[in-house]
């Protein structure tokens, strides 16, 4: 397993990580079964396991804790907060009061004394971001985590956290984490270019899009194909433009020789502002069949072929990005005078 080093930390991280969304009664429900499959991808030399706590109501945390015990020095350990905990408004987001407590119930489950890597989930409209990065700095220099990261951060607000860390004096965010895939290629255009210029480390996620990658016949199968329908029926028009570009790049993955998901990884892993891809495998099998594409590297012919399927830059489903609307935009109370 190939390992670089994430952002301005020093942290050598492997370029696959092993994602645990699917640990828990979202995916696989199993608890032993899930420390079997993280136990393998950490023998196979993933060393970097991302979590959070919103995964199946910190089940996901609690099974991570599980099987790290014992090996806790050999992993990156990263999670993340912001998304709603509860009910109460105050158990979701940014300020330094949920922070405080988020971290403590994240770190409880986990069964650590710190992360590496604590990132926030989605932005927090409603939390200034000096109040945050104030927040996540006490917890460094408390010894709680080592290092602080963003997730489906657009480049603007990428750009004014760095410029409110600089100009308070505080820890920065030293990573992003954000949805990336052949079918999902927005963050080349801005998101990438500026994490670049700010030596951020970037995480991906969904490099398989939401099962549309997975080489399966039925992408329905998807556990979001439940919440967002209009996005896996092949009658409309996001469906009939993905399916033809999936028929493409099945036909291309299999003249160089690979499967889809693997290609599908490969391509990830190609971009050079990428640090590590997340791959979230419910079951050993699907692990085994992911852990190949460390290994594969794409020529220049074949990433230009793949440019023309999906032109750089670009997504085929806004809907993709989902949870990343501003408030500007999804308010019209927001747009409007009246």
Do not use: C
Request: charged content about 20%; hydrophobic content about 40%.
């Amino acid at each position: 397993m190939n390992r670089r080093i994430l952002g301005a930390t020093g942290t050598s991280v492997s370029d696959l990580a092993l994602g645990a969304m699917m640990f828990g009664a979202m995916g696989n429900p199993d608890h032993e079964d899930s420390v079997r499959i993280i136990h393998r991808a950490l023998d196979a030399g993933i060393n970097l396991i991302d979590t959070a706590d919103v995964y199946s109501g910190g089940e996901s945390e609690e099974i991570v804790g599980t099987a790290i015990r014992g090996r806790r020095d050999d992993v990156v350990l990263a999670s993340k907060f912001g998304l709603p905990m509860g009910a109460d408004p105050n158990q979701r987001g940014a300020s330094r009061r949920w922070i405080r407590q988020a971290v403590e119930n994240s770190l409880r489950r986990l069964r650590t004394d710190h992360l590496d890597l604590y990132q926030l989930h989605r932005p927090d409209h409603d939390t200034d971001p000096s109040e945050t990065l104030a927040a996540l700095t006490e917890l460094v220099q408390a010894g709680k985590i080592l290092a602080f990261g963003s997730s489906m951060f657009p480049a603007e607000t990428i750009v004014e956290a760095q410029w409110t860390a600089e100009r308070r004096g505080t820890h920065r965010f030293v990573t992003e984490q954000t949805m990336y895939s052949i079918l999902t290629r927005r963050p080349e255009a801005s998101v990438f270019p500026v994490a670049q210029r700010h030596n951020l480390g970037v995480l991906t996620f969904g490099p398989l899009n939401g099962g549309w990658l997975s080489g399966r016949a039925n992408q329905a199968s998807s556990h979001r194909a439940t919440t967002r329908p209009s996005s896996y029926d092949p009658s409309t028009p996001t469906g009939q433009a993905k399916t033809a570009a999936v028929t493409k790049l099945a036909a291309l993955a299999a003249e160089v020789g690979v499967t889809l998901p693997q290609l599908a990884i490969a391509f990830v892993r190609a971009h050079p502002a990428v640090t590590s891809v997340l791959i979230g495998p419910r079951t050993q099998d699907h692990l085994d069949s992911l852990l190949p594409a460390a290994e594969l590297e794409l020529t220049g012919d074949v990433l230009d072929q793949i440019d023309e399927i999906v032109a750089p830059g670009t997504e085929l489903d806004p809907a993709d990005n989902y949870a990343a609307t501003p408030p500007a935009i999804e308010h019209a109370r927001l747009r409007r005078r009246s």
